[in-house]
């Protein structure tokens, strides 16, 4: 009996020897495991130190990017976001629907845009994400650098998607919103402009400056103006709801408004013969084209109502009110712009010219995506019924010939039997006893008509 109870604990002995030895192997083994890991961890946090996925280049910094994408999200991309729609309007500059349009439009021209997986799997920026760092770019003028806070995005990164959403914003709504009027815009335009006093008149026109920090070194005697300062030149036309209808940009800073209408294809057109033609009665005098309303230093053209250097009577004082009045729409074009798009209202950093036109016109068709959707324009039109008359003013989108059909223009060669066509239309237009005659003809009129209301 002694021996069997010998022979147990003898087995209990051992197993609990057992246990203890695997107990310690495996303490052994955690504190082994715990201690490569450190290793791995000091190891890693050196080499990420010293260079980022290639060699010699910095680190590359864990931005937390999928928080963020969560955070932007729960702002302002959900039905019930943590802020508001006038929020939304106010830091995107254009209401959420309008955005969302321009989002879905750009994601399906440039895939660049969408979300993707990289090479180790792991997914990419949002669509929001980068859309949101180039509208606050463009918004408030913001660096790249500190856009890197709100989006969480790369320097570089933020930069090429300025690049690649202006481009697209050119590529897909230039003929839409760049357009030339149609004949329901014009028809639009006259009878506001008729309205007002001034039948025939289509817009203004004038230039604005934008400053270029990081103007080339070769290029700064030809983009510095007298006092030193480098800028590109802007020539718009706007209408009376600041829709910019035509915009001309890159001549050198150097240059005056003169030098500008010189080299703009502002009237292409009407050397063409391919302009609407507009008749309208002032004063009992039929005119047969329409104008631009412009400050004193464009020329006296057939295609411009100047303002009066130095009215001396009554008529002449009105009229020179009204005229600066109206005229005044282009500028406040110009002051909505820089005031909607921060960027183009302090100083250029970017180096490549192409890339500063390309973000000018962006900002301006965004503009007018914007008037479009926000503007209001009277919901009764009077001239519904007949869309190609006014009262003073008719419409025609192309010349009509004896036979009915459209007149077909000359081709324009420079070297060639056709080229005395250009020129005549040229002289034509250049005519200063035109320009004389529809401005006193213009005085008398807007005195018959507006004279009176404020008695």
């Known amino acids: 009996m002694s021996d069997m109870e010998d022979v147990l604990d003898r087995q209990e002995r051992e197993r609990r020897a057992r246990m203890r030895r695997r107990a310690a192997s495996k303490r052994a083994q955690r504190e082994l495991d715990e201690q490569l890991g450190v290793a791995v961890a000091l190891m890693e946090e050196e080499n990420q130190s010293h260079h980022g996925s290639r060699e010699g280049r910095a680190s590359n910094v864990y931005r937390h990017r999928h928080s963020r994408d969560k955070n932007l999200l729960e702002d302002y991309f959900i039905p019930q976001s943590l802020y508001s729609d006038v929020h939304f309007r106010a830091r995107y500059r254009m209401q959420p629907h309008l955005f969302n349009k321009v989002m879905h439009d750009i994601c399906n021209y440039d895939d660049y845009f969408v979300q993707k997986k990289n090479c180790a799997g792991d997914l990419g920026l949002l669509p929001e994400q980068k859309f949101t760092a180039v509208i606050r770019m463009l918004a408030y003028g913001s660096s790249a650098d500190q856009l890197d806070e709100i989006a969480r995005m790369g320097k570089s990164t933020i930069l090429e998607s300025l690049v690649r959403f202006c481009d697209a914003v050119e590529n897909l709504y230039t003929m839409d919103y760049l ?224 036979n009915g059909e459209p007149v077909q223009h000359d081709p324009l060669v420079r070297y060639g039997t056709f080229m005395h066509r250009m020129i005549e239309r040229y002289t034509e237009m250049q005519s200063s006893y035109i320009h004389e005659h529809r401005q006193v003809d213009l005085m008398e009129h807007l005195w018959a008509v507006k004279g009176n209301e404020g008695q």
């Open 179 to 402: 357009r030339r009027p149609t004949p329901r815009d014009l028809q639009q335009l006259l009878q506001k402009a008729e309205s007002r006093g001034f039948p025939g008149m289509i817009g203004s026109i004038d230039c604005m400056h934008w400053q270029w920090k990081n103007c080339p070194s070769a290029w700064q005697g030809d983009y510095g103006n007298r006092k030193g300062q480098k800028s590109i030149i802007l020539e718009a036309v706007a209408g009376f709801d600041t829709w910019v209808w035509h915009a001309f940009f890159g001549v050198a800073g150097s240059q005056n408004d003169l030098n500008v209408l010189g080299q703009s294809p502002v009237f292409n057109d009407i050397l063409r013969g391919e302009c609407p033609n507009i008749t309208y009665q002032v004063n009992n005098t039929v005119y047969q084209n329409g104008y631009y309303l412009a400050d004193g230093i464009y020329p006296r053209w057939t295609t411009f109502v100047k303002s009066i250097p130095h009215p001396r009577s009554e008529k002449e004082n009105f009229f020179a009110a009204y005229q600066e009045g109206y005229r005044k729409d282009v500028e406040r074009c110009f002051g909505i712009l820089q005031a909607r798009w921060a960027i183009i209202r302090g100083a250029a950093r970017l180096f490549d010219e192409e890339v500063l036109r390309s973000i000018m016109m962006t900002c301006i068709i965004l503009h007018n995506m914007i008037v479009e959707d926000e503007y209001d324009y009277d919901v009764e039109e009077v001239y519904e019924p007949d869309p190609m008359n006014t009262t003073l003013t008719r419409i025609y989108e192309k010349p009509m010939g004896p």
